[in-house]
């Protein structure tokens, strides 16, 4: 199967490698003329291509940027030990970033990424009127995915960092003179674009590309970020009113006629078979981008056999337990019971070489699931470890031969409970005939209708609106199987709670619970009883308290086999910017977030449109 939309990859080589560094960072004139391939429809569908690509990056590679939004949440943390990788935030979250962060906090590559795409739309929407089109129609769906592209980028800019520059103009030469806007100011602006874009991207489009939909459904966020609750309300009830898309209650895809999975590892594991449904469906890797998927607003598209497709999302390295440990895993007996090796039973081709450096907490894990029955809880869709078995070939023809192939049991003595032993998702298993299976190529969700109906969900909290705001959450909690959550339920934490329970490794975890910290701030609604403020923001907020009231590893301070603890502060609700960032930027001003070094030296912030100049 050939994928014509991301084949542009190809042809935009030249811009790709021309536009390839932070322009935040003083960099040489490129001998690259975008003059001449911006000039129609073609050369500017293949820097939104680019775009895309460098977004979807966030998801794939070894220990992927996006674990970042769950290490820093309420339901995460890194798992790993082996590089003496300091875990603890006030060590690790620091402007120079020089304390091995390659594998954990990604920090810096956020920022380059996020500002690598505004550059390339910038281009796109400074060069649009100059470049030829077949119709208007033609021309305005273009602005419009590029306007998506920069509106998405800032939104997550302004949550993990807060005030960053506002750049809204095509760079063409070397530029020291940045300065940080509010983040208040860059969402308004952002909310301006967006509600043109929405009026001009197409009701839909193939997979990969942004739809109305998606818009309506950005521009959701943009709207709660600013606290405009009726907005959000019109805009969610856009696209679950557009009559395209809806929640998938029944079952579809490759396995919509098997009532049963009665082959594989899965079936084996289960005594030989498991009742699917649609929650099976819905995470299996071949039915994210079907035609019958109604419930996908925006998806990335990665396939093996794709042209100009060099990514992995190797999600079974990184998101499922270190079940491999030599050693770990031990029978009744006290030998070794799992091993790294392809198994006759096919646990290890099946499940893969799990590293668990993304690891879920105790809440995230057990607590917050309050019925049993809730089908994202139980196979075929999430794994016990109890649901593994004894792997280890050097079982067979001993006495301990009797435990090969029968389920694990936990052991007190020496287990890894932090990186060895943990339940996990199977949206994670991704099929890899590799030597070394890590996970593959696989497509993934970026929107689904069910967030939609759960922002619409929160602007209804926020508005006080407690019985509309049930019966949204309703909509999606019991698809899953569930009982209806009452109206006296409704409250910040039952939506955050739902959002985990549907959205995981889907969400930007960290970003939303900041976007909510702000809301707390501006609105003066209590949590808990208590109340928090903007003047103290990155001293006494929402986001701290959630995490610390969920996330064990956090709360107790944990302690890692690598021999540091598990550690978080307040000031982690934004993220410092690259020191290397600000120091190059010598006549303006970035401010470094608050609390971090630097920051004392902060001016006041600027605001769009009155400060803004070319």
Known sequence: MKYRFFAMFITLLSLTVACSDDFLKPEPLSFYSPENSLLDKNGMDGLLATCNKVLRGEYYSHMAMFASELIASDIAIFGGDDDNVPIDLDVILLPDFTTGLSKDIKIAQYWTAWYNIIKYTNMIINRIDNAQFASDAERNAVLGEAYFYRAFSYYRLVHQFGDVPLVLDEIKSPRLDFYSFSRESILKKMEEDMEQAVNWLPTSCPFGRINKASGNHLLAKIYLALGDFDGAIDATNAVINDGIHSLMRTRFGVYKNATYLTEGFQAYANGGSIPLDVIYDLHHWENKASAENKEVLFVFIDRADMEGSTDEIVTMRNCTPYWNRVGVVKTPTGVGGMMREFDNLGMYRFIGRGQGFLRTNNWMNYDMWKEDKDLRHKQPNWWRMEDLVYNNSALLGTENEQYYGKHVVSQNT????????????????????????????????????????????????????????????????????????????????????????????????????????????????????????LGNFSEDNFYYDRVIEKNHFYREHILNKNGSRYKISPQHILWPVPADVINANTQGRINQTPGYSGSEANIPVKQYPEDYSN
Not at 456 to 461: N, P
Not at 477 to 503: F, V, W
Not at 526 to 532: E, H, L, P, Q
Request: proline share 6%.
């Open 414 to 533: 020496g287990l890894d409970s932090i990186r060895c032993w943990s339940p996990f998702s199977n949206k994670f298993i991704v099929p890899d005939p590799r030597v070394q299976p890590n996970g593959y190529h696989s497509d993934w969700y970026v929107f689904r209708i069910a967030e939609t109906y759960l922002l619409r969900a929160e602007a209804y909290f926020w508005k006080g609106d407690l019985a509309n705001a049930a019966k949204d959450i309703n909509e999606v909690h019991q698809r899953a199987g569930c009982d209806p959550i009452p109206a006296s339920e409704m409250n910040i934490g039952t939506i955050l709670d739902e959002r985990a329970k549907e959205l995981y490794f889907e969400e930007p975890r960290k970003c939303e619970l900041t976007r909510i910290s702000y809301l707390f701030a501006k609105t003066g609604k209590a949590y808990n009883g208590k109340t928090y403020s």
